[in-house]
Each structure stands twice: as C-alpha cells, then as structure tokens.
C-alpha cells in the first residue's frame, strides 16, 4: 500500500480532495504544490497509517520505512540538503493534520534534524549562531514535551533562570552564547526527566516524532475535543513532515496567518497578523502582540506597528496575489499560514477559514452574488445550529454601564457571568446552574472544557487568532481577548484593572463584538434579523418542502416565533396556561375535587381564562394553523406544596385543611409519566377536555366577530394508545363545537388529530388515522418510552452511556433514528395507509434539531415544529434537507 505522498516543486502525489486520506492540511499542502504557490517540499503519511497503527498494536507495516526514506532523499534533492548532514543540514517540521482541523489540539514539533552537530552547520550556512541555537532550544523543548514527555515548564524556569543571573529581560535580549548554556542545562533536563540523552540521531528524533503525532491522536483533549465536535475516532490523523523554512533569521524573515475576508464581520478585506522575526506558532500561541498585515487593518485595530504592506511591500503584494488565487480556487475563504524566509514567500497551510456566523453569512450571500458559489451552495455552508450565535441578545445601548476596560472583539455576542479563573472552576459553576464567565490570561487546549461551560471568554493576552479567539468562535461563545490593562492574579482570586479589583464570583459582562468589558450585569436586547440572514433565509425557504412551526403557548414566544418566521403553532401545551397566578387556585380546585360537581364548578373559573389565551393566540397568528394539545401532565403536578397553599385552595373549593391534605395523598402515583395522565385524564374526567375544547370554540367565534378572520384550530389529543381513546375523546369536542355553533350562531372547521408518542399508537397508527385528521409526532414521550427511559432522570446516567459509546447521541436531543426513527416511519407509512393526505408533523425537541429534521424529511413529514429561537435553524436545516 501506499502510505506515504509527496509534496512539492510545483506537484504533488496528492490533491485537495484526497483530505479523508491525506488529512486537511496535507490535501491542501499537495493542493497549493499543484497551483504552483511556493510550498516548501515535504510528504504526508496517511491517515489510514494511524488506523493501522492503533489496529496493529501500535506498529508500522514493514514498506513504510523504505517509503519515508524514499520521500525525505527527494525533499533532500529539491532543497539541495540533507538530514543529519554536518555540513548542510536539512531540518523539517512534523505536524499533524485531520481530517476536519481540531486547532491546537495536536502536537508538533519543529526544526526536528538539529543536533549538537548539525546546529554548527546551521550555524555556519546561516552565518547567524544565534539563530541556530536559538532553533535548537525551541527544538529540544519542543519535541521534549512533545515526545518525551517532559513539561514546559521545567525548561520555561531554566530560561527565566538564565535571563534573571544575565540580567536579560526579552528572549531577544540572548546572545548565541547564552542560547549554547540554555542548551547545555536543556540536555541536562532531559536527562535528569528522562533517564536518557536527548536523542542526536535525526531518523530517531524522526520516527519519535511521527509517533508521538499518531500517540496524540488519543491524547485527553484531542478525546474532548473530537467529543464536542463530532468527529469520529476512526478518522485518525495524518502527519506531515516538510523542509523548514525560517521566520527567525533575522529583520526581512516573518511569520504569519491571515484569512482572505475579514472572520469576524465577513467583509472582503484582506485580514490578518505576523510577526517579524519568529517562529512558526509564536502569533498563535499569542506570546508577542502581533502586528497588522494591511494598512487597513492596522488603523482598525488602532495598531501603532508597522503593517507588512509597510514594512515588506513586495512579499505583501505576492501574498495579496496568492489571496485572490486560493479564494478563486478554493471558492472559500481561506485561512493561510506563511513564513517569509530572508525576504522570500512560502505558504505553510492554507483551509477553509473558521467565522463567526455573522461572517459566515455574510460571505455566503455575497459569494453567491460575486457568482463564485450557487445560491443552493450558499445555503450548504451555513451550520443551521450556528445560527444561535446570531439569534440572541445582544447588550441594549440604551442600557446603563460601567466600562472595565477593552479587549480585541475575538468573537461577537454579549455575555454576563461570575468571574471564574480557571476552567475547572468554570465547569463545576456551570454544572451547577450558575452563569460563569471564564478569565484567563490566555487558554490552551486544555482550557476548552471551561470555555464549553462558559458563558463568555475573557483573556488578557494574544491576538485574534490566538487560542481563545479561534476557539470561541468556533464554539460561538462571546469572547474578547488581549485585554491587556487587566492584571490576574490567579494566587489571589482577583482580577485589577484601573484602580478596580474584582474577586472571583463577582459578575461581569463582555460584548464579544467590540471588545468592552464592563462590570456587574448589562441587559441586553434581541438581534436585527434581516440583511444577509433576511437573504440567506429567503433562498432557505425557497427549497425547502417541509414546513416550519412553533411550539408556544404565551403570546411573547408566539411572537418571537413569527418574527423568526414561524408558519404556525405545532404545539401549544395547554397546562403551561393553568400555572399562572391568576388560575392556579382554580386549576388546584378542579384538580381537589372529588366529584364531577366540584370539578364543573372549578372548570367555569377557568373557562373564560383559557378562552382569552386561546383567542390571542389566533390574533398573533393571523390564520396561521395552530395546534392546542388537551391537558396532559398528572394531576399531581398542580398539587399545592405548602401549608399556606393548601389552605388558600381549601377556602376556594369549601371544603377543610385535612380534606385538601387527603385529596394530594390520593392522588400520589409511583410512576407519574406513565400513570394518570394525558388522554386518560380526559377518558376519567371529560368536563376538563370539554371545558377546553369550548375555550378553544368560543375563541374561534370571538376572533371571527372581532376580526371576521376564520380560524381552523387542529384540537390535539395527547398519549393515546387506542383508536378508541380517540373516538370517545373526539366525540366530546365534536358535540361542544356543534353546541358553540349553535349558541353563537357562527359556523366553523377544525381538525381533531393525536399524539403519536406511545410506541403502540404507533404501531396502530392505520386504525388511529381512520379518526385522526393528523399526527404530531411527540418525540420527547416516544423516546422515553420506546427505550423505557425517564427523560426526568435520564440526565445523570446518559452521560456515561455516551462516553462509553454505547449511543453515539442523547436520544432526547438528536432522534435515534434506528430504534424511535423507525417507530416514526411505520406510523406516518400506516397512517397515510388509512389517510393518504394526513398532515404529519412532529412537536418533540426533535423538531429543531439539524439531523432530525433531515430525517422528518426523509419519511415525509409536513412540517417540524419546534422552540421560537430554533425556528431559523429549523428553516435552514429543512433547506439543507430538502437540497
Ligand atoms: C412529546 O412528548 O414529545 C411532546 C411534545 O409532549 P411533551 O413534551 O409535552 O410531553
Ligand atoms: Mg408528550
């Protein structure tokens, strides 16, 4: 097999779409050698290699060795150098890269081929000592940490060590003479850690590093982060092994990164960062502020350094060039990696650059007017969930605030919550219901579990692209970075700026999108939705089949929902109504009672209550189709809890203390979710569905005097097993809608359907459809009940079950489509059996979730119904679904 693919010279083995074999960065390394860009020469082991690897008991096929000797002695003909040559040593970079990027979540290790001997070569070729030993101890430590195991820290103690007895306050500040003694005490480190020399032989250090990469596949949070992104263990990693080419040699050398747009607000400008004289992961790692590429950028972002278009006219022009050449070529925007060596350009990486929603669809929609994408494209490259990013709140201008102080704005959205200084911390908080915003002064990968829990990121040092910035975004969580006149101290729990300081636990709120920092809790107000979103959401619903509702109840979230383009009410829990101040002593007085009288009398108190509700949903939805579900928790819910509750309601229905006492005693279930409750409440106790289904009736005529608009309200029975259920239910409401017709003399249409949530009713669904006018799916109960398990404590066990794999999703958030799925589709297959044109919807979390929905799409459902703010979501999804 091959398992090795070379690189470089305008050519290469591979191409951009061979990224499930070669990994991203190395199909898009082969991908820019075939465009002809300068990409130093090198060669990518496969991912497949790393599959083989963790299946074969962590070795290599035998072919390997004499494949990466064969490739390394090419890239040693095209740079005119050669491994582990004393004279003319040729040093590569090994770097992992997957399949999707994971940022900063692998290892890798530069200038990998120096030894005690090779360094006076380099040191010779370059004329410049300093640097070559300064190379080397990057080096050492380096693949120490990486390989070896060795922490960061020792060596970062030996440095400070160094800098305090000379007096040197900048790593600049080191003579190569200093850098020897750093190396000398750095060899004695691994030594003293390791038991070992630092290995000198190069094919050693080679093989060590390709291990490690492949070792790193599995490390803790490439695990976490594979966890919350998705991305499936068995892709394995890639590793690239290409010629070094340096950032560090002195004032015409630079690192840098950049994006072709602009990644935060998506505008078509030329966006990036470098650093003059350094190396490689300096101006990601966010350990020198970098500076501004373009002239733009730099008075943006209020930057007094030079800009490269400055500072390096000519390199930046070329690098402006090879822009608008991979955009064009990706038809994406790019996130690229160079270095410029003594004046020279190379690019190192270039992928299709991570955004901020808001960019990204910004870019979508103007790609897709520049002609470079379809319209159909453009809807592909948005992230449905991502969507939340833009949907909530942001701070309300007109809102009073204290300014702390001001950071880059790393990635958009406002955000409030305690102070935390660790990730740990931020996680425990969160865990336990608290708001937290996570401060550090910059994050690492092994921050990310805090940054997941965290409301907002908060970081004092590093650029746009440092760690923070790059992970907030991707997480859509707010985050400003660099705020560099804030001082932690994280001994002491405190945060200072300005004269002020702040503990732990005090709150603070950051605004994502400009950078401020302002103390204790700033409101904040719902976003703009038209612009791009208006557009992208225009060619959404466009292509998509299937429709979109809401599940609401007040009139606030049926609102919301409209103005999120909701296409109607596909739930509206009608319990939600009872709790209210006004009713809730009535619905505690029905529920008291202990006879049909006592019920009635309960009932004519809510009645007019229900019926208000119920008609102002019908104004705010304009003839939209809504749904109203029938009572359906158990009773017992409603129970009044204290001593004073109880005597409030026992006033209310005339009747004593202990009779109230009794009454909740009574109705006490060991199994409340499978007990008395949905249909079955209606099936013991009628007058509650008829009292309902009059409300819902003399709202329809009262909408239609009101306004002369005819509402066809679809009356929905919850948790029926049974047709028969259904038929005595539906006989109820068909008498009270002949009866309200006749009392207000109006005449009207409505549709009386059922939940599909128990596995049997779907199973029976052909004979359910023979009185159902429709079926909404209730995934929530369907779930809970095909896998027998309680969605109220599912909570503290599923965790573990996803850990170990055994499913690959909570069930209660993404359908499982094998077991629930095929429950779904026996029941819409049945009923349109029965009912070919039965409208088919789905009311349980389900409805707003991207990957269910694809498959509501994929059995033919109507419509998805689901939560006011996943509305958008749900319309792009069911685009993308339908495409
Ligand atoms: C369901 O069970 O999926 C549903 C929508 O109803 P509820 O969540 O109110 O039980
Ligand atoms: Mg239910």
């Avoid at 994006?259 to 998506?266: A, E, M, N, Q, V």
């Avoid at 502020?289 to 002239?295: A, D």
């Avoid at 880059?408 to 102070?419: C, D, F, Q, T």
């Avoid at 349980?844 to 119904?865: K, M, N, R």
Wanted: charged share 25%.
């Amino acid at each position: 097999a091959q398992w090795v693919y070379s690189f470089g010279e305008g050519k290469a083995e591979g191409s951009a779409d061979m990224r499930n074999l070669l990994g991203g960065k190395g199909a898009n390394l082969a991908e820019m050698s075939n465009l002809g860009l300068p990409v130093p020469p090198g060669f990518t082991v496969t991912t497949e290699l790393c599959t083989y690897y963790y299946a074969n008991d962590r070795k290599y096929p035998d072919e390997l060795k004499t494949q990466v000797d064969k490739a390394l002695a090419e890239v040693e003909r095209i740079v005119g150098f050669k491994f582990g040559d004393a004279a003319n040593p040729l040093l590569v970079s090994v770097r992992s890269g997957a399949r999707a990027s994971m940022p900063g979540m692998m290892d890798t290790v530069l200038n990998l081929g120096l030894n005690d001997v090779t360094v006076e070569g380099l040191a010779k070729r370059s004329g410049d000592a300093r640097f070559a030993f300064d190379s080397y101890r990057r080096f050492i430590q380096m693949y120490s940490n990486v390989v070896l195991d060795v922490d960061h820290h020792h060596f970062e103690e030996i440095l400070d060590r160094h800098k305090d007895e000379k007096g040197h306050s900048l790593d600049t500040d080191l003579t190569a003479d200093d850098w020897k003694e750093v190396v000398a005490d750095y060899k004695a480190e691994v030594k003293h850690a390791t038991g070992k020399d630092f290995p000198q032989d190069p094919t050693e250090q080679l093989w060590g590093a390709v291990g490690a990469v492949f070792a790193s596949w599995m490390n803790q949070r490439a695990i976490v982060y594979r966890r919350l992104n998705e991305i499936p263990e068995s892709w394995g990693t890639a590793v690239n092994i290409q010629a070094m080419v340096f950032g560090n040699m002195g004032t015409d050398c630079a690192t840098g990164v950049a994006f072709t747009r602009d990644p935060s607000t998506g505008a078509n400008e030329f966006y990036g960062e470098y650093l003059i004289n350094a190396q490689g992961e300096d101006v990601v790692a966010g350990i020198r502020t970098p500076q501004q590429i373009t002239i733009a950028g730099k008075k943006a972002n209020h930057s007094t350094l030079p800009s490269m278009e400055e500072s390096m006219p000519q390199t930046f022009a070329e690098l402006s060039a090879i822009r608008e050449r991979l955009e064009r070529h990706f038809r994406d925007v790019q996130d690229i990696e160079f270095t410029v060596q003594s004046g020279k350009l190379y690019m190192l990486q270039t992928r299709s650059g991570k955004r901020t929603t808001q960019a990204a669809l910004k870019i979508a929609v103007d790609m897709a007017r520049e002609g470079l994408i379809t319209e159909a494209e453009a809807i592909q490259r948005i992230e449905p969930k991502s969507l939340d990013q833009i949907l909530h709140p942001t701070l309300d201008p007109k809102a009073a605030r204290t300014m702390l102080s001001r950071g880059l704005p790393a990635s958009p959205g406002a955000a409030s919550g305690k102070i935390v200084f660790s990730a740990d911390k931020a996680e425990d908080l969160a865990n336990k219901g608290e708001a937290v915003m996570l401060v550090r002064i910059e994050t690492s990968p092994e921050d990310i579990h805090g940054m997941h829990a965290a409301k907002g990121i908060l970081t004092t040092r590093g650029g746009m692209t440092s760690h923070a910035a790059v992970v907030a975004r991707g997480m859509g969580r707010p985050c400003v970075a660099g705020a560099g006149e804030i001082r932690i101290d994280y001994a002491a729990g405190t945060l200072t700026v300005g004269g002020k300081q702040l503990k732990e636990g005090d709150t603070i709120t950051i605004d994502g999108g400009t950078g401020e920092i302002f103390q204790g809790l700033v409101p904040t107000i719902e976003p703009e939705l038209s612009g791009d979103f208006g557009t992208l959401m225009g060619w959404a619903d466009k292509m998509r089949t299937m429709k979109v509702r809401t599940n609401a109840e007040t009139p606030l979230d049926a609102r919301t929902a409209v103005t999120f383009g909701a296409e109607g009410i596909g739930l509206c829990r009608t319990e939600h109504m009872f709790f209210d101040a006004d009713r809730i002593i009535a619905v505690r007085e029905m529920i008291m009672a202990d006879d049909e009288k006592g019920r009635r009398a309960a009932l004519d108190k809510i009645l007019p209550m229900q019926r208000s509700d119920f008609a102002e949903l019908f104004k705010i939805m304009k003839g939209l189709p809504v749904t109203i579900r029938l009572l359906d928790p158990p009773l017992h819910e409603f129970l009044p809890h204290t001593e004073a509750e109880m005597a409030e309601v026992a006033k209310a229905a005339g009747k004593d203390l202990a009779f109230v006492k009794g009454r909740g005693a009574a109705l006490h279930e060991s199994n409340p979710m499978l007990g008395h409750r949905g249909c079955r409440l209606g099936v013991t106790y009628p007058e509650i569905y008829e009292m309902q289904a009059r409300a819902i009736f003399e709202a329809v005529a009262e909408v239609k005097a009101a306004t002369g608009e005819s509402i066809e309200p679809e009356v929905m029975i919850p948790l029926v097993a049974t047709r028969k259920e259904l038929d005595l239910l539906k006989a109820v409401i068909d008498r009270v809608a002949k009866e309200v017709e006749a009392a207000k003399g109006v005449s009207f249409t409505y549709l009386v359907g059922t939940m599909i949530e128990l596995p049997r009713a779907a199973l029976q669904a052909r004979q359910i459809a023979e009185s159902a006018e429709f079926f909404s799916f209730g995934t929530n109960d369907l779930t809970q009940t095909t896998f027998g398990l309680s969605r109220d404590d599912a909570g503290s066990f599923l965790q573990s079950y996803i850990r170990q794999g055994i499913l690959e999703e909570d069930p209660f958030v993404s359908l499982d489509q094998d077991g629930v799925g095929e429950l779904v589709q026996i029941a819409a297959e049945r009923g349109r059996q029965t009912r070919p044109d039965i409208k088919l919807g789905i009311c349980g979390e389900h409805g707003g979730d991207p990957s269910s929905i694809a498959f509501c799409q994929s059995v033919g459902l109507t419509y998805v119904s689901c939560s006011p703010y996943r509305v958008p979501i749900a319309r792009l999804a069911a685009a993308q679904a339908a495409l």
